[in-house]
T-cell receptor
Framework: KAGVTQTPRYLIKTRGQQVTLSCSPI?????VSWYQQTPGQGLQFLFE???????NKGNFPGRFSGRQFSNSRSEMNVSTLELGDSALYLC???????????????FGPGTRLLVL | SQKIEQNSEALNIQEGKTATLTCNYT??????LQWYRQDPGRGPVFLLL?????KEKRKERLKVTFDTTLKQSLFHITASQPADSATYLC???????????FGKGTKLSVIP
């Protein structure tokens, strides 16, 4: 079974631009979560989607948004990029949402975003 | 405020010894706690989950304990090997929201 895939793997943008990252979960997984990882803050939760609905959202500004499609694929968007948005963005999929008894998450390799 | 702390940023141990990593938390009512391994340039890999009503979980050379009185989880790797060298992350899911909050990780180096 193929793992979680994320595209693109690397991205360079300039301040003020916007970016869209894509995540394809493991086949059969319906829950997708997004995380931001930086050396200073570590791994921080962005949002969780299940059945095209956002179930949970972390403490990030409204510039960070996401969505999930009917095939469980997910995208996240960051508008008006800032230098501090440079990070590794990780997507994780699971059979069901956190708290439903099947919490094992499988992470993708991440998208490394550099904002200049 | 809620906080998760992994006490050591880095831990060096000799091959064959038991590595013990610590995860402490404050101001949480935990539902469960997870441990992950992360290698450089890769996403984290799930290792073990322990629920708030469980004291201990084992998987091969790995053991996790969870003490909700001390607000602490210990992660043990017995008979450690150089291949165990990686960063280990703990993540706590709070009761109710189940939103995962990660510690900043402990970088384990197993020296041959």
């Amino acid at each position: 079974k193929a793992g979680v895939t994320q595209t693109p793997r690397y991205l360079i943008k300039t301040r003020g631009q916007q970016v869209t990252l894509s995540c394809s979960p493991i086949s059969g997984h319906r829950s997708v979560s997004w995380y931001q990882q930086t050396p200073g803050q570590g791994l921080q939760f962005l949002f969780e989607y299940f059945s095209e609905t956002q179930r949970n959202k972390g403490n990030f500004p409204g510039r960070f948004s996401g969505r999930q499609f009917s095939n469980s694929r997910s995208e996240m968007n960051v508008s008006t990029l800032e230098l501090g948005d440079s990070a590794l963005y990780l997507c994780a999929s699971s059979l069901a949402p956190q708290g439903w008894g099947q919490e094992t998450q499988y992470f993708g390799p991440g998208t490394r975003l550099l904002v200049l | 405020s809620q906080k998760i702390e992994q006490n050591s940023e880095a831990l060096n141990i000799q091959e064959g010894k038991t590595a013990t990593l610590t995860c402490n938390y404050t101001n949480y009512s935990p539902a469960y706690l997870q441990w992950y391994r992360q290698d450089p340039g890769r996403g984290p890999v799930f290792l073990l989950l322990i629920r708030e009503n469980e004291k201990e979980k084992r998987k091969e050379r790995l053991k996790v304990t969870f003490d909700t009185t001390l607000k602490q989880s210990l992660f043990h790797i017995t008979a450690s090997q150089p291949a165990d060298s990686a960063t280990y992350l703990c993540a706590l899911a709070g009761a109710g929201s189940y939103q995962l909050t990660f510690g900043k990780g402990t970088k384990l180096s197993v020296i041959p």
